[in-house]
């Protein structure tokens, strides 16, 4: 099956407000203020900056728990990398919108400042 970005961005977009919405309520409160972003892929800036070029979601900018403790100059968002996703699910539509909620909730997971050990105990690894 072949699904153009727009058509990911379209499936993408009705996984993460779905997702959002099965989170604990003290949780979903406070995702729901932290912007998601649905590119492509890294650019060619985040891949020379060392981010790998097939990597599914990355969060960026101050986490929940040290909001306004840093001088980090950005504020927390998700990238979600669809084509990338779409690719890593062998463009399957199933895999891919199971893909996209398990990498958001990965990624919300560094929000509220858990580490890869916090992730893989909570199953979001």
């Known amino acids: 099956m072949s699904i153009d970005f727009a058509g990911l961005s379209a499936i993408a977009a009705e996984v993460v407000e779905s997702t959002l ?13 932290l912007p998601v972003s649905l ?10 900056d ?6 599914l979601g990355l969060f960026v900018g101050e986490s929940f728990d040290t909001a306004g403790e840093t001088t980090d100059p950005l504020p927390g968002q998700i990238l979600l ?12 539509e ?3 919108r199971e893909e996209v909620a398990i990498t958001l909730l990965h990624e919300i997971g560094h929000y509220f400042g858990w580490d890869e050990e916090d992730l893989y105990e909570r199953g979001l690894e």
């Open 81 to 92: 990398f669809l084509e990338n996703i779409w690719a890593f699910a062998e463009r399957d």
């Open 50 to 55: 060392g981010l790998e070029p097939d990597i």
């Open 39 to 48: 590119e492509p892929r890294p650019s060619p800036e985040m891949e020379e």
């Open 21 to 33: 919405e099965r989170l604990p309520p003290g949780l979903r409160e406070e995702a729901a203020h």
């Open 94 to 96: 199933d895999i891919f």
